[in-house]
């Protein structure tokens, strides 16, 4: 069953939600050690191989990752290191023994976090911008299933499997995008007429920096809610959150996101534990967001009719420290 569905529109390419997006970046990133208006020299050519050997990024380099045709844009107007460009490098592609390029498809068909930013981690990828196209099954998602030599049934039939989301509504694009990152659960009738509940965990390393002004329709839920166009968000370590409460109860954890757009949605999070031990890695500092107007509510911890409420810092995220709850 496909759980999610956006009302996209065009993918904005070149609008005002794109530019005011460009001025964000080269406003609000950290400086990625390089003159945009230096001159460069070419990288030598390995003697031995003849190919150019790789050029030598500073330390603090690293990359915005993005759709291929506003890479250029984000050279030209942020001043920032597209991992994607209009060249057609930085796409990524998988190879005939199975092995993977990172590269913006691979990223946004993932369905596994930890493989997800394993791709980031190579491409030293700190930034990830999204737009209405990629939660569309038949805009860009399709494209990104055809350069992998993918098969749209893989990723959008609710026959391969009964008890799993598919693989859009699993995607990164979507879960990004559509989700804010965000966990979901929703109903789905099986074959037999049984009732389950379809999952789809929350992403622990991604926090929404800014969005743009306009807004953009999606169905959600069973009902129509608002999001915007364009949306930001950092790759971060996160803080891990541990505790224990009662075996083989129900564990989740919140907070309310205020975005920089006054739009407002709850981060959550949700685990079964049999031991009763839990730990949740979140990707919110409670407050303001360093260098954003995004701001999140203190994470509220829920076992069964107990709740507690926790403060997460900027460290905490930043540098992924644990946080006992006792």
Known sequence: ??????????????????????????KNTPDPGLDYYALYKA??????????????????????????????????????IPVANPFQQGIGSINNDGSVVPGEATFFLATDETKATGYLDQLRARYVVVDSSLSNPNGEFKDYVSWINGNMD????????????NKFDLSMSTRLYLLDGSYISMPKTTTRGERIDLTIPALSHFRLLHESKSDNSIFLEQTYKTTKQVKVFE??????????????????????????QNREFIYQNSM????????????????????????????????GSYTKEIKVSEDDIINGKTIAVN
């Open 1 to 26: 069953m496909q759980i999610v569905v956006s009302n996209a529109k065009s993918s904005v390419l070149n609008s005002a939600d794109w530019y005011e997006t460009f001025d964000w970046l080269k």
């Open 43 to 80: 990288p030598p050519i390995d003697k031995k191989t003849g190919e150019v050997e790789p050029y030598k990024y500073p330390p603090q380099a690293y990359g915005i990752l993005s759709k291929w045709d506003v890479g250029h844009d984000i050279t030209y107007y942020s001043h920032r």
């Open 154 to 165: 893989e990723y959008t039939s609710d026959n391969i499997s009964e008890t799993e989301p």
């Open 235 to 260: 790759y971060v370590k996160g803080a891990v959150i541990t505790g224990r409460g009662v075996p083989g109860s129900e564990i989740t954890i919140s907070t309310a996101v205020t975005t920089d």
């Open 272 to 303: 079964a534990t049999e031991d009763g031990n839990f730990y949740f890695t979140v990707p919110y500092s409670t407050g303001i967001q360093e260098k954003s107007g995004v701001s999140a509510s203190d994470y509220t911890i829920k076992v």
